[in-house]
């Protein structure tokens, strides 16, 4: 008995110590997960699409690194104002995939883009990969009904939506390899359907990226931008993972980097230094953004919308004419 107070004591923290184990992955069992809209818009077009990377909220443990919290909520709001019929998010949706506290954060935030029912079209980003893959798995396919599988297409207003997993390392070679050789067949077979005039493939990690944080993604360049490189009706190419706004043309194809949602900015290497020749003159810390796509009778559109928040940015536009026989 003399060793009880102590005993509590000792017992006491290591209940607290794995409730705070707990928490970190995701101690918000009752937490009603929403569900999001999975109908996009049928007898309409042209369609307004809009497409955002990284969203997640800096972690309480990077206190180095700017929160933007704040603007984060402006700019869905302003995104939501717009009233596009389709969201494609670039992954990072969250900065812990298995935590409800991450993920209520994020339902939260899109609270303006929930009530319109505008429907979420995802990919998985490597902060999905943080925590419990099973239960990061459950957060996702509850959700969100346009979420298939770890991979997959969507056409929309004539627009191939080619959704691919680019995190290579947690899915393992054999997975890799499988996803690959349907990459192969969905390009393929999009460049063969009359009923698709563009394709667009959207992945999290960028083949391309001036970041002095990432890296290209070798993997990309080497398994699956030959495919695309080939595409007659490959058009654009999105990813996020570096948190900026970048654009590439390489070889008559473009490629942006659109990872400007509100996680900590990145810096790029720009000017006479950049790896890779940026078609947008910005500095080297880049707006918030989203970027939006809409085809018109003879092309496809996009437009990058800057945050006007504290500093004015430049918007950015891209026109896309493909001659397809």
């Known amino acids: 008995m003399d060793n009880f107070p102590n005993n509590l004591v000792r017992l006491k923290s290591t209940m607290l110590y794995a409730l705070l184990i707990v928490c970190a992955n995701g101690c918000s069992s009752f937490y009603a997960i929403p569900k999001y809209s999975g109908r996009i818009p049928e007898g309409k077009s042209p369609l307004k699409i809009a497409v955002i990377g990284d969203l997640q909220q800096t972690s309480f443990l990077e206190t180095w690194r700017e929160r933007n919290n704040r603007p984060q909520i402006r700019q869905i709001q302003l995104l939501a104002a717009t009233n596009p019929d389709l969201v494609v998010t670039l992954g990072d949706n969250v900065f812990w995939g298995s935590s409800d506290d991450d993920w209520a954060y994020f339902d939260r935030l899109l609270i303006p883009l929930r009530k319109r029912g505008i429907p979420i079209m995802p990919v998985l980003g490597n902060h999905e990969y943080f925590g419990s893959i099973s239960d990061m798995y459950n957060q996702i396919q509850q959700r969100f009904p346009?979420?298939?599988?770890?991979?997959?297409?969507?056409?929309?207003?004539?627009?191939?939506?080619?959704?691919?997993?680019?995190?290579?390392?947690?899915?393992?070679?054999?997975?890799?390899?499988?996803?690959?050789?349907?990459?192969?067949?969905?390009?393929?077979?999009?460049?063969?359907?009359?009923?698709?005039?563009?394709?667009?493939?959207?992945?999290?990690?960028?083949?391309?990226?001036?970041?002095?944080?990432?890296?290209?993604?070798?993997?990309?360049?080497?398994?699956?931008?030959?495919?695309?490189?080939?595409?007659?009706?490959?058009?654009?190419?999105?990813?996020?993972?570096?948190?900026?706004?970048?654009?590439?043309?390489?070889?008559?194809?473009?490629?942006?980097?659109?990872?400007?949602?509100?996680?900590?900015?990145?810096?790029?290497?720009?000017?006479?230094?950049?790896?890779?020749?940026?078609?947008?003159?910005?500095?080297?810390?880049?707006?918030?953004?989203?970027?939006?796509?809409?085809?018109?009778?003879?092309?496809?559109?996009?437009?990058?919308?800057?945050?006007?928040?504290?500093?004015?940015?430049?918007?950015?536009?891209?026109?896309?004419?493909?001659?397809?026989?």
């Open 146 to 325: 346009l979420y298939k599988s770890l991979w997959y297409y969507q056409i929309v207003d004539s627009i191939g939506f080619v959704m691919i997993n680019t995190n290579f390392s947690d899915l393992g070679g054999k997975v890799m390899a499988e996803q690959r050789g349907w990459f192969v067949q969905t390009m393929r077979k999009l460049d063969r359907n009359t009923a698709v005039q563009y394709i667009v493939v959207c992945g999290h990690h960028p083949p391309f990226t001036n970041s002095v944080i990432v890296d290209d993604d070798e993997i990309l360049q080497s398994y699956f931008l030959p495919i695309y490189m080939q595409s007659v009706k490959g058009a654009i190419w999105f990813s996020g993972h570096c948190h900026a706004y970048e654009r590439f043309s390489k070889g008559g194809k473009q490629f942006i980097v659109s990872g400007g949602g509100g996680g900590p900015r990145q810096n790029l290497v720009t000017g006479i230094l950049e790896q890779h020749k940026d078609q947008y003159a910005g500095s080297d810390i880049r707006p918030m953004h989203y970027c939006t796509l809409q085809r018109t009778a003879s092309a496809l559109v996009m437009e990058m919308v800057p945050l006007q928040y504290r500093e004015e940015y430049l918007a950015d536009t891209l026109r896309i004419e493909l001659q397809v026989e």
